[in-house]
């Protein structure tokens, strides 16, 4: 597959667009540092000539990171990074509108989703964005020619290129950005095992990221996510909330929020400690499995409720995940103990009546509940992630031959982000004093 075969963009409806741009204008009213951001940006061009790739979830939030990207002089094409969280009414404006080469449909096949990642190959790229790493992945796979690793549409393509042309592809990458916990594990993996082949920026451990996007960001959105799927009354319930991470903390919080009864499992003593002194309850999840009435994974491991959980829990259950990739949740093992299953009993609402009787509800096909039943994020926590990837960005420009690792966000960006961000909510923190400074950085003065 070459450039030339490649059509200029793959959605679902350009009819969508009137719909699309409208949402994108209402998000970007709630991202001021990112505003701020695209305009500097347009009028420096740091991005200019540069061909980039990014694989994310194409919601309206991040419509306003490819604006600014594009503003700085990017040649942007964006891909789907999750089938369920396109939202299609975006994708057609950021085409129709905006000039933006998307690939990306909801609800799409893992062949098609594949194909796209092909496109944002074939864009021959110079910087990428990722949430998850698929792309980053499929890069590496395809330049250590383990082709039986990767889905057989990058396979094929990269069997029409020759050794000295994938590693051309590889070579002229001068560095990448990933957004979630689990690609920043993968590439942590990647780098441990000597086959990071560039730089990554791991913008989810940004301060600015992790403490806001993952804690108020993930809290507030699964549980819209849940809410808007089943209908259901929070308060009262017993939500049983596996990992306690940052995700974790803020879904546990907003759960207690609206009444639940919260329990936490982990893995982790340090964290399991935490929720514990945070007031949660904690307990392996097969004590947990037989208490809960909704389910929430937020590991980004695999496997976390399994076969002999399911066989524990009460009759209608609610079961969903809100981790990156759709494996926090053993949905093999539960159809085969299902006598039946009806899906879309209600919209993003899957039916599994066992064969003890007990039906399991699995929301979001156990993909990310927040953009498989609601709409992610909201803007205002985004703007702080998505300012910092645009400036992440425009740093790894400025600063080639970074070494082949995960490096942190620049504490520059970070405090750049935090100030712009209380600037733009109208608070006003204090400065330190010369005195202050002295007393910091000194040794002399004690008791």
Request: hydrophobic share 40%; proline share 3%.
């Amino acid at each position: 597959m070459t450039v030339a075969s490649q059509p200029r963009s793959d959605i679902k409806d350009a009819r969508l667009a009137v719909d699309g741009k409208k949402r994108i204008l209402w998000a970007d009213t709630d991202m001021p540092v990112l505003a701020r951001i695209r305009e500097r940006f347009a009028k420096e061009q740091p991005l200019r000539g540069l061909r980039m790739s990014a694989c994310l979830h194409v919601t309206a939030e991040t419509a306003n990171l490819a604006r600014t990207l594009k503003a700085g002089g990017a040649d942007l094409v964006l891909v789907a990074s999750n089938p369920l969280s396109t939202q299609d009414d975006v994708a057609a404006s950021l085409v129709h509108d905006f000039g933006i080469r998307v690939y990306a449909i909801r609800e799409e096949s893992n062949d098609t989703y594949y194909k796209h990642i092909v496109a944002a190959l074939d864009h021959e790229p110079h910087v990428t964005m990722d949430d998850g790493a698929d792309l980053v992945s499929a890069l590496i796979f395809v330049n250590l020619g383990r082709l039986d690793d990767v889905h057989a549409q990058v396979r094929a393509w990269a069997q029409q290129k020759t050794t000295a042309d994938r590693q051309r592809l590889v070579n002229q990458i001068v560095g990448s950005m990933e957004e979630t916990t689990t690609g920043v594990n993968r590439l942590r993996a990647m780098e441990r095992d000597g086959v990071l082949p560039f730089p990554v920026i791991a913008v989810n451990d940004a301060q600015t990221k992790h403490f806001f996007d993952n804690r108020y960001g993930t809290g507030q959105s699964t549980i819209d996510g849940v809410i808007r799927a089943t209908n259901m009354l929070i308060a009262g319930r017993k939500v049983v909330v596996c990992g306690y991470g940052w995700c974790g903390k803020g879904v546990a919080l907003r759960a207690r929020g609206l009444g639940a009864q919260v329990i936490v499992t982990e893995v982790d003593p340090i964290r399991a400690l935490e929720a514990a002194m945070d007031g949660f309850g904690v307990m392996p999840i097969a004590e947990a499995a037989p208490m809960g009435d909704v389910f929430i994974t937020v590991t980004g491991n695999a496997a976390i409720v399994r076969r002999e959980h399911f066989l524990k829990m009460k009759d209608g259950a609610v079961v969903c995940n809100s981790g990156h990739f759709d494996v926090e949740l053993e949905l093999p093992a539960l159809k085969e103990e299902s006598d039946s299953i009806t899906e879309n009993v209600r919209a993003n609402v899957d039916e599994y009546k066992l064969r003890n009787g007990h039906r399991i509800y699995v929301l979001g096909q156990g993909r990310l509940v927040n953009l498989a039943a609601a709409e992610g994020h909201p803007p205002s926590v985004m703007d702080m992630s998505f300012a910092t990837q645009a400036l992440t960005t425009e740093f790894c420009i400025k600063n080639k031959g970074l070494g082949h690792q995960v490096h942190k966000v620049p504490v520059e960006v970070e405090e750049y982000v935090a100030r712009h961000k209380l600037s733009s909510m109208g608070i006003q923190i204090d400065e330190l004093t010369a005195e202050q400074k002295r007393y910091m950085t000194g040794w002399e003065q004690g008791t």
